[in-house]
């Protein structure tokens, strides 16, 4: 069984400037979340997404979106980066019907200059 | 509100030397899920164990060992004679699922564990 996959592994981009990031789940798995790592501010959870809809979403500002696709894929859309939105991004899937089994992926490292 | 505590922020010990890392958490949930990750230096967080609110028997894994007591709100995590390859970031998390339908995990800020030769 692949695991989860996250597209690509490190970005760099110029504040003001938008980025995209995706993440494919574990096949059968129909919920992703998204998760943003900082030295200062941990491990954050951003939104999660199960069978294309948004089911949660963390107190972050509107500039982060993201949306599933049909094939469970997900994508996660930063717009007029930030220096602060310098982390790893982390995407997890899981079957979403019960407590945890939650597999992350590798994450992608991303830095705003 | 929910919330995970890890008191230690950074240890070092020598090979075969034993650790222990401490979780503390808060939940008004009479149902809730813990778990352990590990965040090796490749940053992919590596599922260790999960442990429901009803189940408070202490569990061993090889070297690791999980002692879950719901009077003190503290799931602690004891490597046995640690190695090397034991080196990484270990996370302590809670499962948030008032999320209508959906679970979100909350984690402590992390504890690198760093064993030297």
């Known amino acids: 069984k692949a695991g989860v996959t996250q597209t690509p592994r490190y970005l760099i981009k110029t504040r003001g400037q938008q980025v995209t990031l995706s993440c494919s789940p574990i096949s059968g798995h129909r919920s992703v979340s998204w998760y943003q790592q900082t030295p200062g501010q941990g491990l954050q959870f951003l939104f999660e997404y199960f069978s294309e809809t948004q089911r949660n979403k963390g107190n972050f500002p509107g500039r982060f979106s993201g949306r599933q696709f049909s094939n469970s894929r997900s994508e996660m859309n930063v717009s007029t980066l930030e220096l602060g939105d310098s982390a790893l991004y982390l995407c997890a899937s899981s079957s979403g019907q019960g407590m945890g089994g939650y597999t992350f992926g590798s994450g992608t490292r991303l830095t705003v200059v | ?117």
């Open chain 2, 1 to 117: 509100a929910q919330k995970v505590t890890q008191a230690q922020t950074e240890i070092s010990v020598v090979e075969k030397e034993d650790v222990t890392l401490d979780c503390v958490y808060e939940t008004r949930d009479t149902t809730y899920y813990l778990f352990w990750y590990k965040q090796p230096p490749s940053g992919e967080l590596v599922f260790l164990i999960r442990r429901n609110s009803f189940d408070e028997q202490n569990e061993i894994s090889g070297r690791y060992s999980w002692n879950f007591q719901k009077s003190t709100s503290s799931f602690n995590f004891t490597i046995t004679a640690s190695q090397v390859v034991d080196s990484a970031v270990y996370f302590c998390a809670l499962v948030d699922n008032r999320g209508g339908g959906s679970e979100k995990l909350v984690f402590g800020k992390g504890m690198k564990l760093t064993v030297n030769p």
